[in-house]
Nanobody, 120 residues
Framework: QVQLVESGGGLVQAGGSLRLSCVAS????????MGWYRQASGKQRELVAA???????NYADSVKGRFTISRDNAKNTVYLQMISLKPEDTAVYYC??????????????WGRGTQVTVSS
């Protein structure tokens, strides 16, 4: 079983910055892709950014140039640095990770989410 715990959300004014962190723990052998998703009120969950174990990244068009995803493989941690935040970035941000756990089992786990609110 693999658990993900996010931190770093909060209330910030438009134009401000936040840094989200997500730590994976449990019966982890390897983690492949780690990513951040978000879900605004009344909308579907969407991919914000993802990063592979080799460091390849993928971003939603709406956040390119403003958000940066990174990871520390030794700490099983993924980060999302967000700058120039806009009110439309307001959402619950969820961490996701997939990989292999003990006994060859695979996992695809989600965190409980952290609220990011951007005021205008």
């Amino acid at each position: 079983q693999v658990q993900l715990v996010e931190s770093g959300g909060g209330l910030v004014q438009a134009g401000g910055s936040l840094r989200l962190s997500c730590v994976a723990s449990g019966r982890i052998v390897t983690i492949n892709t780690m990513g951040w998703y978000r879900q605004a009120s009344g909308k579907q969950r969407e991919l914000v950014a993802a990063i592979t174990s080799g460091g390849s990244t993928n971003y939603a068009d709406s956040v390119k140039g403003r958000f940066t995803i990174s990871r520390d493989n030794a700490k099983n941690t993924v980060y999302l640095q967000m700058i120039s935040l806009k009110p439309e970035d307001t959402a619950v941000y969820y961490c996701n990770a997939d990989g292999t756990s003990y006994f060859g089992r695979t996992f695809d786990s989600w965190g409980r989410g952290t609220q990011v609110t951007v005021s205008s």
